[in-house]
């Protein structure tokens, strides 16, 4: 629901400050992807680049790769483009802070402030949420103490300054929003023949030697990780399950411990409207609250609550469920709220009540008042408590007699399982994060068996059906296979690389054939399927997930004339076109203001990564920065092998 609570999701507040730091880092991506130019000008094996005389070092480059793989997950190809664009990320933000202080521009403690409010969570009703919880909050989300923290935020602010003034004079003529109001409403139908590769995977034709070749041209992407083999028993609840017995006077007695966990404090269920005045002025809050006031009219004179909300209230969160919110305790709504909620009986409909969020219309729909729940209503859970610390601990108890006695007998294992009642079973190998039959994808049991020497016994681990004790039976390191071993990965991507090719070499075929002949009859003759758009603009997109961005064509080509292949993705696409509609005037004036701001921003954004491209490229003919391109390449290849 809309912020009323104090607590919530903290994703939110993540992705806030993802889009503050990456904003600026945003700008310019199709430079930071590129090689860096320039010599190999540094000679530590650890210091990638320095730029006037401070080294950036492969530890300073992995530090900023673990940030932003609490967010982006730990592909190893997604780790190579971190790293590549990380590097340059670093130079150009050093560069270009200086840059600023340059030109004479600073971040004050107030703009700092007034960046910090934004932050969801770090204010509640315009409090601060005071230092100690900032602190464990931006360490929590960001892997930062506050003084880098807001070190960082200072940089980002500085550098949003610059760009501002770098790309002020930048200007959009009437003219350029008139035309690309034209371009981008002008339309096109075409017949279009999509090539994809799985169309001809089972065309590739596969020979021993190709795949031989192949396999030596990628012999690192088939590197295989170590691998395990473990043996296991396994000790599943039903084993010790007879042991467990529970008395009634060990449920009385877990009650009577435990009191506090069973007191409801007061509490309502309640129901709401929300009519936001968040940045409204006095003149706006004053209508908005005229139209709350009508509603509220309404509900009093017999409407439905709940349709009511759905219609009007800009709760997102609770609108679709008729304004439900569900039970609430004190403490955890505004005070506003709050007092309006516990003063009212079940079924009474309040009258407006603001809060810093806007005006709400409230329905208690039930309301329980702070009681101790009695032995009988919890007697169940509490046994089903007990039973379950029971189980556990008769588990874990044979679990530890069978540990030691395999540790004392390594050699024994099966015989010691024997012992007890309980089978052995045994992995398959397997690598790390692979799931296994029986024992899961289990992180506790994966760090255990990847630490034990060959023939080591394990302590106990928990695991999905049970508790299990494993040995390591067999050990194979990591190493670069022969063909035999992959083979069936390997023509697999051959086949999907082969289809690639064949695909646009169909689609450049078909393209040359069609120049001076019937598109459709021909398409049919090569058994190709011949496809119709609907009429559609470059913002558009046709069906086969085609975007009209990438036929550009198509708007310049005349009726009747065809295309050459268009790559989209690894698909390929040969159009003719059928139809132009050219743009209306009519709806210029309704576009015009959203489309002036969208070509500024496209201006200022080139203009920008320009001048950091000029910047970055004066600073290496300067000798200002230093790249140790041997470095840089030893480094990102121990990423690139692993993808």
Do not use: C
């Amino acid at each position: 629901m809309y912020r009323l609570f104090r607590g919530g999701s903290r994703k939110t507040l993540m992705k806030y400050l993802l889009i503050f730091f990456l904003g600026i880092v945003s700008i310019g991506m199709v430079l930071t992807l590129a090689p860096i130019p320039g010599g190999d000008t540094t000679t530590q094996a650890n210091v990638l680049a320095s730029l006037n005389g401070k080294n950036i070092t492969i530890q300073d480059i992995q530090r900023a790769i673990n940030n932003q793989l609490r967010t982006v997950g730990n592909d190893p190809k997604t780790i190579s483009r971190l790293a590549q664009s990380a590097l340059d990320q670093m130079i150009l933000q050093d560069a270009l802070i200086t840059q600023a202080h340059k030109m004479g521009l600073t971040v004050s403690d107030s703009e700092l402030v007034a960046s910090l409010r934004q932050i969801p969570y770090l204010y509640q009703n315009g409090q601060f949420i005071g230092m100690a919880e900032y602190e464990n909050l931006i360490q929590q989300e960001t892997g930062m103490a506050v003084p880098q923290f807001e070190a960082q935020m200072r940089n980002t602010i500085l550098i949003r300054k610059l760009r501002e003034t770098v790309t002020d004079d930048v200007q959009v003529t009437p003219e350029e929003v008139h035309e690309a109001y034209l371009r981008r409403n002008e339309k096109a139908k075409i017949n279009y023949v999509v090539f994809e590769p799985n169309q001809f995977v089972n065309a590739v034709k596969v020979t021993p030697q190709a795949l031989e070749t192949y396999f030596l041209q990628n012999r690192l992407r088939y590197k295989m990780p170590e691998q395990r083999k473990v043996k296991y028993v396994l000790i599943p609840p039903d084993k010790v399950r007879a042991q467990v017995k529970i008395t009634d006077a060990d449920l009385e007695q877990y009650y009577n411990q435990h009191l506090s966990e069973y007191r409801v404090p007061d509490r309502v269920k309640v129901a709401h409207i929300l009519f936001k005045t968040t940045g409204e002025t006095p003149q706006q809050e004053a209508q908005t609250r005229e139209t709350a006031e009508k509603v509220l009219n309404q509900i009093k004179g017999g409407a439905n609550f709940a349709d009511m909300a759905k219609k009007y209230s800009q709760d997102t969160g609770s609108a679709a469920n008729g304004g439900e919110i569900g039970w609430i305790e004190r403490g955890q709504t505004v005070k506003a709220f709050e007092d309006a909620a516990f003063s009212m009986k079940p079924g009474e409909i309040s009258n407006l009540i603001k809060t810093p969020y806007g005006f709400h219309i409230i329905k208690v729909e039930d309301r329980q008042v702070a009681h101790l729940k009695s032995f009988a209503e919890v007697k169940d859970s509490i046994q089903q408590t007990l039973e379950k610390q029971a189980l556990e601990q008769a588990q874990q108890n044979l679990a530890n007699q069978i540990e030691q006695a395999l540790k004392d007998h390594p050699d024994h294992f099966d015989a010691i399982a024997q012992q007890n009642g309980l089978q052995t079973g045994e992995t398959p190998l397997f690598a790390y994060n692979q799931a296994v039959p029986d024992l899961g994808n289990n992180e506790s049991f994966e760090n255990l068996a990847f630490q034990l020497p060959l023939d080591g016994i394990g302590e106990p681990i928990t695991v999905p059906k049970g508790v299990a004790i494993i040995q390591v039976t067999q050990i194979v390191p990591e190493h670069l296979p022969n063909l035999d071993e992959v083979k069936q990965r390997v023509e697999q991507d051959y086949r999907t690389d082969q289809s690639k090719i064949l695909a646009a070499e169909k689609a450049r075929q078909f393209a040359a054939q069609i120049k001076n002949g019937n598109f459709s009859k021909i398409a049919q003759a090569d058994g190709y399927k011949v496809k119709q758009s609907q009429e559609f603009t470059e913002q558009d997109q046709l069906q086969d997930m085609i975007p009209g961005s990438a036929l550009a064509s198509a708007f310049t080509l005349q009726p009747g004339q065809t295309s050459d292949p268009i790559s989209v993705g690894s698909t390929y696409v040969v159009f003719q076109v059928v139809s132009h509609t050219p743009a209306t005037e009519s709806d210029f004036a309704a576009q015009k203001d959203n489309l002036t701001d969208q070509l500024l921003q496209q201006k200022r954004d080139l203009a920008f990564e320009i001048y950091r491209d000029n910047l970055k490229q004066e600073l290496l003919r300067s000798g200002k920065l230093k790249i140790n391109q041997t470095a840089l390449k030893q480094f990102l290849a121990g990423y690139q092998e692993n993808s």
